[in-house]
């Protein structure tokens, strides 16, 4: 597990400030920012190569999103990839970090380095945020591709 000091953002609101601030913020699922930065690049699971940057998740909300709530978006964002720490490895943490992108990943996914951690976000966030996505009247999923539920 990561040592890095940041701060916890606690709730949706939180993380919803901070992007306000920036366009240049990820999150990414990992140990944290001390084993990330000791390799500064992602492997892909499914072939073993080394990528050219950290795997995240873009949280800047596009354009195209017009005037509907960014705390939605962010919240959406989360979701998808909140069954990491189930499938993956049950240390798996989601931290907010600034970055350069410097290309796609296998599964489209930004690839990020310069990394600047920011902050961890603690389990409340990932609870509002699967709140949020799942009173919305569309059918929503994570990226999970084994078709498990984190509920």
Same mark, same amino acid.
């Given at each position: 597990m990561s040592t890095t000091p940041m701060p916890s953002l606690i709730s949706l609101d939180d993380l919803d400030r +901070?992007? *306000?601030e920036r366009d240049d913020l990820y999150v990414r699922w990992s140990r944290g920012p001390?084993?990330?930065?000791?390799?500064v690049s992602s492997v892909?699971? +499914?072939? #073993?190569?080394r990528l050219p940057g950290l795997s995240a998740s873009a949280l800047?909300?596009?354009d195209w999103w017009g005037e509907r709530p960014a705390r939605l978006w962010i919240a959406r964002r989360l979701y998808d990839y909140c069954h990491l720490p189930r499938l993956k490895d049950p240390?798996?943490?989601?931290? *907010?970090?600034c970055g350069r992108e410097v290309g796609r990943g296998p599964d489209n996914e930004p690839l990020v380095a310069d990394v600047e951690p920011l902050a961890w976000i603690g389990d409340d966030v990932i609870t509002e *945020?699967?709140? +949020?996505?799942? %009173? %919305?009247? #569309?059918?929503w999923g994570t990226l999970d591709r084994y078709g498990t539920r984190r509920r």
């Open positions: +901070l992007v *306000a001390d084993p990330d930065l000791r390799s892909d699971d +499914l072939t #073993g190569v800047g909300v596009e240390l798996t943490k989601p931290w *907010a970090l *945020a699967v709140d +949020l996505v799942e %009173q %919305q009247p #569309g059918r």
